[in-house]
């Protein structure tokens, strides 16, 4: 419904004014709900894997700034078992995040979205395509082209992501409001 001025204020008649102190309230809230957010790194790799890189730290730091703890970061081998195993340990254990960073590729030994599919038990194909789309967009060719997916696993939103820096980097500046927006329907779920 539109208003016009003056023919139509008498309907705003008598309607109290946003209370200020009850808007900073619930922004505070949905902020504080944010932090708490948890989060596990599943690095996958066939090469010597060492946790505390320049890659561990740009992803946990990126993690950070978008409001999320990350609990751990893992490193496995590029094995359906050891990827599936690692996604599951972090699902039982209650994190709202789940991210796997490589294996997403053409490759033989590439089976990171397989190992991920085996556990979701719904896919989020938009999420996995935004990140492609803005992959390609910032020349991260690798994301471009990636295979990786996005789903959900009980409570737990999984995503995987290409393993160059170019990649994560741009990959967690889509991925962050996408996520977020996730969670809060899953956790809305969960109350109702």
Not at 21 to 27: Q, R, V, W
Not at 28 to 42: K, P, W
Not at 93 to 120: C, E, M, S
């Amino acid at each position: 419904m539109i208003l016009e001025s003056g023919r139509d204020s008498a309907l705003l008649d008598g309607l109290a004014e946003p209370d200020p102190e009850f808007l900073i309230a619930t922004e505070n809230e949905e902020l504080r709900a944010r932090a708490t957010r948890r989060a596990l790194v599943v690095l996958v790799s066939d090469h010597t894997l060492s946790t505390g890189s320049d890659a561990d730290r740009l992803i946990t730091e990126l993690l950070a700034e978008d409001g999320f703890t990350v609990d751990a970061v893992v490193g496995v081998k590029a094995k359906k078992s050891a990827i599936r195993k690692a996604i599951e340990t972090a699902v039982v254990g209650g994190v709202d995040l789940v991210l796997t960073v490589g294996g997403v590729g053409v490759g033989p030994r590439d089976k990171t979205p397989d190992a991920t599919r085996a556990v979701l038990d719904q896919l989020l194909p938009g999420i996995s395509q935004a990140l492609r789309d803005s992959g390609l967009a910032c020349g991260a060719i690798d994301a471009g082209t990636s295979r990786g997916i996005a789903g959900v696993s009980g409570s737990t939103v999984v995503v995987n992501l290409a393993a160059s820096r170019a990649a994560v980097r741009d990959g967690m500046a889509t991925l962050g409001p996408l996520v977020h927006f996730v969670i809060d329907q899953l956790q809305t779920a969960s109350v109702e």
